[in-house]
């Protein structure tokens, strides 16, 4: 079985530009979670999505958003990209609704904002 | 709302020696509580976890013990290897959460040859 993918894996933009980044789960993963992860920091959660709906939304401002389509793959976007959002970007995927589901990690999207 | 608080932030041990991570959390409601492990370059991963109706649980060279009435759950990993190198989180999760599991800060675990 594929793990749970994550493209690109670097990328380099501007302040003031937009991203947009992708996760694709586990086949049969409903479950997408999206978290930010810089050094001292841990892992900070950003959202999560199931079954296209947002479930769960961390403490992040309005520029970062995201979507999940029907084939349960995600996208992530953030518009007006600030210094401090250089990070590497974490998606995780679940097989069900049960909350003692184990979580599947990408790689990553290492973002270098300049 | 639930926080977790993970110590120490670096540990340092010589190979074959035991370490021991250790994290609090806030609210007794919360009954699930993972532990991931993320190797350079990778995404985290699961390596064991407990729920709140068991005290301790061991697989192999780890293991997490877990103290409802102080609140704080811990890491055990014995006879260390190279290959345990890794920063490792904890987490905990409350059953009316919606499934979300709030993550501690994690510590580097480095092993000293």
């Known amino acids: 079985k594929a793990g749970v993918t994550q493209t690109p894996r670097y990328l380099i933009k501007t302040r003031g530009q937009q991203v947009t980044l992708s996760c694709s789960p586990i086949s049969g993963h409903r479950s997408v979670s999206w978290y930010q992860q810089t050094p001292g920091q841990g892992l900070q959660f950003l959202f999560e999505?199931?079954?296209?709906?947002?479930?769960n939304k961390g403490n992040f401002p309005g520029r970062f958003s995201g979507r999940q389509f029907s084939n349960s793959r995600s996208e992530m976007n953030v518009s007006t990209l600030e210094l401090g959002d250089s990070a590497l970007y974490l998606c995780?995927?679940?097989?069900?609704?049960?909350?003692?589901?184990?979580?599947?990690f990408g790689p990553g999207t290492r973002l270098t904002v300049l | 709302g639930e926080n977790v608080e993970q110590h120490p932030s670096t540990l340092s041990v010589q190979e074959g020696d035991s370490a021991v991570i250790k994290c609090t959390y806030s609210d007794s409601a919360s009954n699930y509580f993972p532990w991931y492990k993320q190797e350079l370059g990778k995404g985290p991963q699961l390596i064991i976890d407990?729920?709140?109706n068991v005290g301790e649980k061991k697989d192999q060279r780890i293991a997490v013990t877990l103290n409802k009435t102080a609140k704080h759950f811990s890491l055990h990993i014995t006879e260390t290897q190279p290959e345990d190198s890794a920063v490792y989180f904890c987490?905990?999760?409350?059953?009316?959460?919606?499934?979300?599991?709030?993550w501690g800060a994690g510590t580097k675990l480095i092993i000293k040859p």
């Open positions: 995780a995927s679940r097989s069900s609704d049960f909350s003692y589901n184990e979580q599947f």
């Open positions: 999505y199931f079954s296209e709906t947002q479930r």
């Open positions: 987490a905990a999760l409350r059953p009316d959460s919606n499934y979300q599991l709030i």
């Open positions: 407990i729920r709140s």
